[in-house]
């Protein structure tokens, strides 16, 4: 289980933090938040922009989700 922090700022949804309790790290659960992140704001038409380092890494090694960033 993993937890998204965001904030709508100005019209842009920023992701201020992703976590994964220690004991489930390293099962893809965060990835597969920020896929939902993702697909959230492609129905709601949003953009997103990563705050913290995990979503930022997420963005980089996801060029696929450039449409949804701001």
Do not use: W
């Amino acid at each position: 289980m993993s937890i998204a922090d965001y904030r709508d700022i100005g019209g842009v949804r920023v992701i201020m933090h992703v976590e994964t309790p220690h004991e489930a790290r390293g099962r893809g659960y965060a990835s597969k938040l920020m896929a939902h992140v993702v697909d959230k704001a492609r129905a709601d038409n949003a953009k997103l922009r990563a705050s913290c380092a995990f979503a930022v890494a997420y963005f980089r090694r996801h060029p696929d989700t450039a449409d949804v960033q701001a």
